[in-house]
């Protein structure tokens, strides 16, 4: 489970070594974020935001659980009830913003977590099964995110809840009859809340339960790092407490100060003013977009305006949408270059920052702009390479790069190739090894 | 006595090797799973329309008020329907175009009740992902081709509510209803 140098937890209390003989708890705190967890001693602060991801599934629970102790989930009432949240309740307003720019929050933080995981490798031997969880989490992230916009009841949740589900009645035979029964109804009304709350209070528990086994997975091998070199020696890594705990309180602190100037001064930025229409079921509005999350998978979504052979154009954007998803699961195997980190791989950064970057730059945009030209244009363009940086480029590139030589160790890359100072620290005067970073 | 069981004595076993532990864990396992199985069914149909969503799902509309080239938005099924009352140069229209040529091909009368061919009655839901489209109200947009245009995602119907252009794969849908009189349409 850890490296062999890893602090083994003795408790010096009577009360907490009687507690360890029965149950174990604080052992496991703190073999997994205490100082019995040794990391790599180089991670830079993208590190950061794994723990800014949990702390933001925290907020939204909390913030979660007492809005539904004022929130009413029936089609009769749901606005009303939000604007009673919004006007009467104390604190209401508050915790209703605090979760609905949570929820942006969190995308902010795990969509940050993700592009990490792309850059660094992160996804690669012998961290696949991490890989393969986070998409399972940022999968059920996205449908959690979709039922609760569902439950103010106002126009976008409508429309949103029709288009969405719509997206099941594109599957050949089965597609109307599945959309009615997931709607409970022909269109989204009661039976449809009703339902979207149950499993909105449900599935962030069932996060919270995979976030679990993502950790678990994550503490067999270790945290990767910045140079992708696996940890060799006790003097490649630090005891999680103090170091990355003190880290990601900085980190925290910084989180929350953005998060906290949106949250009191911009409330309302990221949603649409449509929202505080009640639903209309006979009126669709003008402009209807997802929330900005999501605008890249919409983007996908709309490019597809032909049909191709005997695929319908609009089977083939949904197979589309949740393909640019589904084909994350196979990442691992697609990318087989044996160097993790982007920095030691130049074809790789190239395509990454000049392709992929920018595609997916253009597909977020275009799925925040109405649906004709040149945004429709402009997605087909992204959403082809968008594919092609997965299926193609990445498997040639990682077969034909050469990659930049890699440093022995991560203390070599850290504190120089001075072998005294990188095998001896102790034997080397504290201003030597703080000048040798600067150098290297 | 249990230990005759795990073992098999000559007794309990038939002819091809079956012993009687074996038969009491298939029978056990397959009632179970039968039991399993079965219980999935209200499981599931629980979250189909209930019986109250399915009874409101006829509706009435008296469209003797309606002048032609108008159309009004009745609601069926908690969704809109557009009953519009054709022009003479709005059948023309749509009696012009080359079936064959259409996505979803249909010709007019394929798509209204005899005798009654100046009344187009189809669904207010874009076939695409459900959207109402405009063309119904007095002064909205009604397509380049004179009928119904979807917002959302940029479909145009035609005076026959068949789709001529954008990413909706199917014509505006025609619900059951009859002429229960001259001026009455029953919907569903």
């Not at chain 1, 995979?210 to 140079?227: D, E, F, K, Q, Y």
């Not at chain 1, 005891?239 to 990355?244: I, L, R, T």
């Not at chain 2, 140069?89 to 798509?111: H, M, Y």
Request: charged share 15%; with cysteine; hydrophobic share 50%.
């Amino acid at each position: 489970m850890s490296f062999p140098w890893a602090k083994e937890y003795q408790p010096s209390h009577p009360t907490m070594r009687w507690l360890d003989e029965k149950l174990p708890l604080p052992r496991l705190v703190y073999n997994a974020i205490g100082a019995g967890y040794p990391v790599p001693r180089n991670l830079n602060y993208f590190w950061n935001f794994g723990v800014l991801a949990g702390f933001c599934l925290m907020l939204q629970i909390v913030t979660g659980i007492i809005l539904a102790m004022h929130y009413a989930p029936n089609a009769l009432v749901a606005f009303d009830s939000t604007e009673h949240i919004m006007r009467d309740v104390n604190w209401g307003w508050m915790m209703r913003y605090a979760h609905a720019n949570g929820a942006s929050a969190f995308f902010v933080v795990v969509y940050i977590h993700i592009f990490r995981g792309l850059f660094f490798s992160s996804y690669k031997a012998p961290r696949e099964m991490i890989w393969l969880l986070g998409v399972v989490i940022f999968l059920l992230m996205m449908a959690t995110a979709f039922m609760g916009y569902v439950l103010p009841w106002g126009q976008m949740s409508f429309w949103g809840a029709k288009v969405i589900t719509g997206l099941f009645s594109a599957i050949p035979l089965v597609g109307e009859p599945l959309q009615t029964w997931l709607l409970g109804g022909f269109a989204p009304d009661n039976a449809a809340l009703n339902r979207f709350f149950s499993l909105h209070y449900l599935l962030p528990f069932v996060i919270a339960g995979v976030v679990i086994l993502h950790i678990w997975a994550l503490h067999i091998p270790g945290s990767s790092n910045p140079t992708g070199v696996e940890v060799k020696t006790a003097a490649d890594t630090v005891p999680f407490h103090p170091y990355y705990t003190a880290k990601d309180g900085f980190g925290l602190g910084v989180f929350l100060i953005l998060y906290c100037a949106v949250l009191f001064f911009a409330p309302n930025a990221l949603g649409h003013p449509d929202n505080y229409i009640p639903a209309n079921p006979m009126s669709t509005p003008a402009h209807i977009v997802p929330e900005w999350y999501f605008w890249p998978f919409y983007a996908i979504l709309r490019a597809f305006t032909q049909d191709f052979l005997f695929i319908p154009a609009k089977l083939m954007g949904v197979i589309a949408m949740f393909a640019s998803i589904l084909v994350w699961f196979f990442l691992p195997w697609l990318d087989r270059s044996p160097v993790r980190s982007g920095i030691y791989r130049p074809l790789f950064r190239k395509f990454f920052w000049f392709g992929l970057i920018p595609a997916m730059a253009v597909l977020f945009y275009c799925g925040g702009a109405p649906a004709e030209e040149p945004f429709v244009m402009l997605s087909q363009i992204a959403s082809l390479y968008y594919f092609a940086h997965f299926l193609i480029i990445l498997p040639i590139v990682s077969a034909i790069e050469r990659p930049d030589p890699l440093p022995y160790s991560i203390t070599e890359k850290v504190l120089g190739e001075d072998e005294n100072s990188a095998l001896a620290p102790s034997a080397v005067p504290v201003e030597k090894s703080d000048a040798a970073p600067a150098a290297s | 006595m249990a230990e005759n069981a795990v073992t098999g004595t000559p007794e309990e076993m038939s002819g091809d090797g079956v012993r009687r532990r074996d038969f009491i864990n298939i029978a056990a396992v397959s009632a179970a799973g039968v039991g399993g199985v079965a219980v999935l069914v209200p499981l599931i149909s629980q979250m189909a329309p209930s019986a109250d969503v399915l009874a409101a799902s006829s509706t009435e509309v008296d469209i003797s008020s309606i002048q032609p080239g108008q159309a009004v938005k009745a609601v069926f099924r908690k969704q809109p329907v557009f009953i519009k009352h054709l022009t003479a140069k709005e059948i023309a229209a749509a009696d012009a175009v080359n079936v064959g040529s259409l996505r979803d091909p249909q010709s007019l009368d394929e798509r209204v009740k005899e005798g009654h061919r100046e009344w187009l009655i189809t669904m207010g839901v874009c076939t695409h992902l459900g959207c109402v489209p405009l063309g119904a109200g007095e002064g909205e947009n009604k397509g380049e081709y004179g009928g119904y245009f979807c917002p959302c995602h940029g479909s145009h119907y035609d005076t026959a509510g068949r789709i001529r252009k954008g990413p909706a794969p199917t014509n505006l849908e025609v619900p059951e209803y009859e002429f229960t009189s001259d001026t009455i349409v029953q919907i569903g």
